[in-house]
């Protein structure tokens, strides 16, 4: 795939006419009639070909970042340095969006594409009327040949690149071999779901190495599945299982994005009962469109625009709620369930009813009532449930069993495709499961299983590592730990001021770092940490570093339910006294009034534990996990209910800071 508008070596870019290379541009991009991108174009032409006209190599114009959904103005490979170019022209400042913008390009590249993991990247911001500035030259602490970001003005552009291929040797840049490089992206699921929106396809924005399953084998054994219900006039339930960070969500929304088009009769609709990343998406994917259409000097109305994306993406509740008031069948043929396992089992569900619909005796499960809605349609219709192992974290939610049994109970004519995996002990499908195998038209393909997280890019071993460490499986903790830790750092601390620290010294560009918290860690309040403080998850994750409501500012904090299905680049995990280490086993506690209560029951037990997991395991780069030590003139806050937590996690190898 050709992924900029028009490429040359550097020596015939500096012999072909202006009107040329605009020509090859314009030509490629969706933006050529506007007449400031041209003017643009034109200015990055003339310096460059002074600045180049000494040199050898390649020069690539607007090339494409897709899981960020941008284009580098320019990128040229000289000897053994590969330099990112943004122009600013006729900028006189430097200001700190610009400058994350070409350091995130440049960490785009290092970790993404093939043929440049291993060579020196100077990201380099032009403000073409800034005054000169003396800007240093220097790796980033990182070790993975990256530069800081070089500023400097369109008078001293052409020092900085001779500057910059003096600073380091190296080996020379084959630019053919470079061209070829595999572009293998792991977005953020917001990063992903802005993507998809806007046409491009799984494949083009998910990770397609050998050690990780190819996500569009998933979404097209699902899509598969859709065609043939159509075909045949079925009904069927597919389930998509997988480990934490695997992309479920991803698979979901790739699928729902391809059936958007009413004509088509395949119409879907993306279901969560994930309130916040409910919330995040529709933002994010309104904020994006808007931005774009104003790009194109057009004007469009926010509320417009998130009117579109609340059809495509919606709370199951609400949904739930449209359909017991609606009789008929829904619009949608197809229903994409996402973390299908919180769905509510019948007590819960019987309970609201009688609670906030004043429907007594309500006797069907959240399941069960869901599949009811989409069996109204007389000839045919799918259920994708996207299947998290581990991840229930809230009274009342079912797991997996209680979908199958609805089926089983109720629906006997549906046809259910599931994974091997689902037998899996972490999807909690039990005896259910086995019922399953009495059961016609039940079919089982390896493609609805994703094993490998993509979540954490740099290492694919920490969903086991985290799962051994919280099963007390030492062993097996150590041994994955040996795996990730080169890649993926993982310290622990007793002093969260180290922690923000550390965070800050990891993060670069516009890296995402964040608290995250157990909603019952209530004795944090001494560290200026609060779960009951107010958050708006839409500014925690989506504002940048200036908004005092970010995840950045590292004041407001994120609890599982928060978090769930989301991710950040670097966390700090704050442990408190609600899950403590003890050889025989974790013990559980809750906080109410001024003391702390031992959870006695299995189930809420089994929340918390997946409390920590969700925590655990929302961080792409790396994180820190704070222990605090505790005050021994608090009783709330015993040093016992934390040392032998982090004498837990300091025997599995994590190193301290």
């Known amino acids: 795939m050709k992924r900029y508008y028009h490429s040359s070596t550097i020596q015939k870019f500096v012999q072909d006419t202006e009107l040329e290379i605009i020509g090859a541009l314009s030509s490629s991009s969706e933006f050529a009639d506007e007449l400031t991108q041209k003017e643009a174009w034109k200015q990055e032409i003339r310096i460059l070909k002074r600045v180049l006209k000494n040199y050898e190599g390649e020069i690539f114009f607007e090339y494409a970042i897709p899981r960020m959904g941008k284009r580098i103005d320019v990128l040229v490979i000289i000897e053994h340095v590969i330099f990112i170019l943004e122009f600013k022209v006729g900028e006189k400042d430097f200001l700190l969006g610009a400058i994350e913008q070409v350091w995130d390009y440049a960490l785009d590249l290092k970790n993404f594409h093939e043929t440049s993991h291993e060579h020196l990247i100077a990201p380099v911001l032009i403000a073409t009327a800034a005054k000169s500035v003396l800007s240093t030259i220097e790796l980033t602490p990182h070790n993975d040949q990256v530069l800081f970001p070089i500023k400097t003005n369109e008078e001293d552009l052409a020092d900085t690149i001779k500057s910059v291929l003096q600073f380091l040797t190296g080996k020379k840049i084959n630019a053919s071999v470079w061209r070829e490089g595999r572009y293998a992206p792991t977005p953020t699921i917001i990063e992903a779901a802005t993507a998809l929106y806007n046409k491009h396809s799984v494949a083009d924005i998910s990770k397609k190495d050998a050690t990780a399953k190819n996500l569009s084998h998933t979404s097209n054994a699902v899509s598969q599945i859709i065609q043939q219900a159509k075909a045949k006039n079925e009904k069927a339930i597919c389930f998509v299982t997988g480990v934490p960070g695997a992309g479920k969500t991803l698979v979901g929304l790739d699928v729902a994005t391809k059936h958007l088009e009413k004509k088509t009769g395949l119409t879907s609709i993306f279901l969560s009962g994930n309130g916040p990343l409910v919330s995040i998406l529709r933002e994010a994917l309104t904020r994006d469109k808007v931005k774009r259409v104003k790009a194109k000097g057009q004007k469009i109305k926010k509320g417009e625009v998130m009117s579109q994306v609340k059809l495509f993406i919606q709370n199951v509740h609400h949904y739930r709620d449209e359909y017991l008031l609606d009789e008929k069948a829904p619009f949608d ?14 007590t819960q569900t019987a309970n609201f009813m009688q609670r906030k ?3 007594a005796n309500f006797a069907q499960s959240e399941p069960e009532f869901l599949i009811s809605c989409l069996d109204r349609h007389k000839d045919w219709a799918v259920v994708v449930c996207l299947v998290g ?12 069993s209680e979908w199958i049994d609805s089926l089983n109970r109720s629906f006997p004519d549906w046809h259910v495709y599931v994974s091997p995996q689902l037998n899996d002990s972490e999807y909690a499908s039990g005896k259910a499961l086995q019922d399953l195998e009495s059961r016609r038209n039940v079919f089982k393909k390896d493609d609805l299983h994703l094993s490998v997280s993509l979540r954490s890019f740099r290492a694919e ?22 795996k990730v830790k080169k890649k993926y750092p993982i310290v622990i601390t007793r002093d969260v001021v180290k922690a923000k620290k550390w965070l800050k010294e990891k993060a670069r560009g516009s890296e995402r770092y964040g608290i995250v918290v157990s909603s019952q860690a209530q004795r944090l309040k001494p560290h200026a940490i609060d779960v009951k403080s107010p958050m708006d998850p839409i500014h925690w994750f989506l504002d940048g570093k200036e908004d005092v409501r970010s995840s950045y500012y590292l004041e407001d904090v994120a609890t599982e339910f928060h978090v769930q299905g989301l991710e950040l680049d670097w966390t700090c995990v704050t442990w408190d006294g609600d899950f403590r280490y003890s050889p025989k086993g974790w013990k559980c506690f809750s906080f109410v009034g001024s003391k702390w209560n031992n959870i006695k029951k299995e189930e809420r037990q089994l929340y918390l534990k997946n409390a920590y997991r969700v925590l655990l ?3 792409r780069q790396g994180m820190v996990i704070v222990v605090p030590y505790g005050d021994i003139e608090d009783p709330t806050r015993s040093p016992v209910y934390y040392d032998d937590t982090f004498e837990y996690l300091k025997s599995i190898g994590f190193d301290t800071i």
């Open 461 to 482: 071993h920490v969903s086991a590592l985290i799962k051994n460490l919280l099963d007390l499986d030492v062993i097996e903790s150590r041994k994955n730990y040996e």
């Open 357 to 359: 619909k004043g429907r």
């Open 617 to 619: 395991t929302r961080a």
């Open 333 to 346: 043929h197809v229903a994409i369930f996402d973390e299908a396992q919180r769905a509510w089992n019948l």
């Open 389 to 400: 192992g581990g991840q229930e974290i809230n009274t009342g939610e079912a797991g997996i």
